[in-house]
């Protein structure tokens, strides 16, 4: 799944109930986590959608449709 910054905060806004500040900073410790990651197994272009199966675009499509999406192809 992935989605625009600014789509990320206000989802951990809304599901999370975070202030804004706290959403950010939360984000930005994911990412940061997840390049950490990537880079101890090799994987330095890990946003490249060819790596994956199947790519969500979450700024694009609700929770809800994502999990149908996903449901359905299992």
């Known amino acids: 799944m992935i ?3 600014e789509d990320r905060i206000r ?8 202030t804004s500040a ?3 900073q939360v ?3 994911e990412d940061q986590r997840r ?6 197994f090799g994987r330095q ?3 490249n ?8 675009n979450m700024s694009r499509i609700d929770l809800d449709k994502g ?3 996903v449901c359905g192809l299992i």
């Open 11 to 18: 989802f951990m806004e809304k599901y999370y109930k975070l």
């Open 49 to 56: 959608p060819n790596l994956y199966h199947l790519v969500l």
């Open 35 to 40: 390049i950490n990651l990537y880079r101890k």
């Open 67 to 69: 999990c149908d999406l």
């Open 27 to 29: 984000v930005a410790k």
């Open 45 to 47: 272009d890990y946003d």
């Open 22 to 24: 706290q959403a950010a």
């Open 3 to 5: 989605a625009e910054k």
